[in-house]
């Protein structure tokens, strides 16, 4: 019998009803859909009374932002017209003019509504009004391609529905995006990040975890203990099955591990999920298909679900992941990643100071790792991705996977 959601506990039992019925046979079926929406709405409304939040100033819409993604008071000020500016509008001296919301919607992805003040804050969408979120037909077409929507076969089928769709996309699984997502995008590149299209990817892995795999035994996280990280990077020297049977691994101790493609405009590398129920989920979109980024990207993944992941930090995203600049979470995640692939007594008396490829392939059998985890530590420290190419196992995470490249990518 379906009751009103009150207390914490019947929250709990909620959500786990939720995914229960979401990765069932029959989820599909008019009964089956009906409990999932009335649960939610319900859900949603007890989430939405015990987190009230007071509405946002523009400025702290703005503030929000650039927290989310990274930016820095520069970066606002190329939007606003200059360093001067962009002080006085975060010190509330001056207003935002007509032009300055145009810009800060388009480019950052804002709601027009929060700039203008007075209306619910960035993190609490009002879903029967819908989010203010925009995704342009290309992804909208990749999404169709990757099945984000089971019901639409056909691209011409989509193309009639496309701003309904991709509207009720957002509001049916607004269960699935609890809180916003900490984003970690590096500040080298000029190219700007969607977070809209990083939403719908982060909603389509988390779906697919709850669908394809309830059969996985319960997350403990102390079965992760100080040996596992190691023996897992040990996995990387059977070089052509390492990748594969790290994510068997993985999920032998209760982690999901999906494998999903980015959609345009988010350079998304990996994200490590909660589900409604609980469970870490490590999502990869294997964008670069080379070893050592997949290694790297796999264990901050891990280092974010051992230290990061929580019911208040269910979201952790990363974009550019190459990328060195960032702030105090991604930071320690690299050091995870890093000391748990190349132990720190290791990387300080032999690795650090390697050039060449022979004594590079020589250090990475002492260390019972893949030469190309080495050969990555070395291109990130040094800051040069040019160095050593031959050995960071180039084209070889696809087809350690069978994924054929032209299937991956389109």
């Not at 914490?8 to 786990?16: D, G, K, R, S």
């Not at 099945?147 to 009639?160: M, N």
């Not at 992760?224 to 897992?232: E, I, T, V, Y």
């Not at 294997?286 to 979201?315: I, K, Q, Y």
Request: hydrophobic share 40%; net charge positive; proline share 7%.
């Amino acid at each position: 019998m379906i009751q009103v959601v009150t207390n914490p506990e019947q929250q709990a039992a909620a959500l786990a009803r939720i995914e229960q019925l979401a990765s069932s046979a029959d989820s599909s079926s008019p009964a089956t859909k009906n409990e999932l929406e009335v649960l939610i709405a319900l859900v949603r409304l007890y989430e939405q009374e015990r987190y009230k939040v007071a509405p946002p100033t523009p400025v702290e819409a703005i503030r929000f932002r650039m927290n989310q993604m990274g930016y820095k008071q520069k970066d606002l000020a190329k939007l606003v017209g200059g360093a001067s500016r962009a002080s006085e509008i975060m010190t509330g001296k001056r207003g935002l003019t007509a032009e300055m919301m145009r810009r800060l919607h388009d480019e950052w992805g804002i709601p027009a509504e929060s700039l203008l003040g007075g209306h619910p804050a960035p993190t609490t969408p009002d879903p029967d009004k819908g989010p203010a979120r925009v995704i342009d037909v290309e992804t909208f077409k990749q999404m169709v391609h990757r099945s984000y929507f089971p019901e639409i076969r056909e691209w011409k089928q989509a193309g009639k529905v496309f701003a309904e769709r991709m509207q009720r996309y957002f509001k049916e699984n607004a269960g699935l995006l609890p809180a916003p997502a900490r984003l970690r995008q590096g500040r080298g590149r000029k190219a700007k990040i969607n977070p809209a299209a990083v939403e719908a990817w982060q909603i389509h892995v988390a779906r697919r975890a709850m669908e394809e795999k309830s059969g996985l035994p319960p997350f403990n996280k102390a079965a992760l203990d100080g040996n596992f990280p190691r023996w897992l990077a040990g996995l990387s020297a059977i070089r052509d099955k390492g990748p594969r049977l790290a994510c068997v691994a993985l999920e032998e101790k209760g982690i999901a591990v999906i494998l999903e493609p980015r959609l345009n405009h988010t350079h998304l590398d990996g994200a490590a999920l909660l589900t409604p129920a609980g469970r870490p989920v490590i999502g990869l979109t294997l964008r670069h298909d080379r070893l050592d980024n997949f290694w790297f990207t796999l264990f901050h993944e891990l280092g974010h679900v051992l230290m990061h992941l929580s019911p208040e930090t269910p979201a952790l995203v990363d974009c550019d992941i190459d990328e060195k600049k960032t702030g105090e979470i991604e930071t320690v995640a690299d050091r995870f990643a890093l000391d748990a692939l190349i132990p720190p007594d290791a990387w300080e008396h032999q690795v650090r100071h390697l050039q060449f490829a022979e004594e590079i392939r020589a250090v990475a059998r002492q260390l019972c790792i893949d030469p190309s985890v080495i050969a990555g530590r070395l291109r990130r420290e040094a800051n040069d991705y040019r160095k050593h190419p031959t050995l960071v196992g180039s084209r070889q995470v696809l087809a350690a996977f069978d994924i054929n490249p032209k299937d991956w990518l389109k």
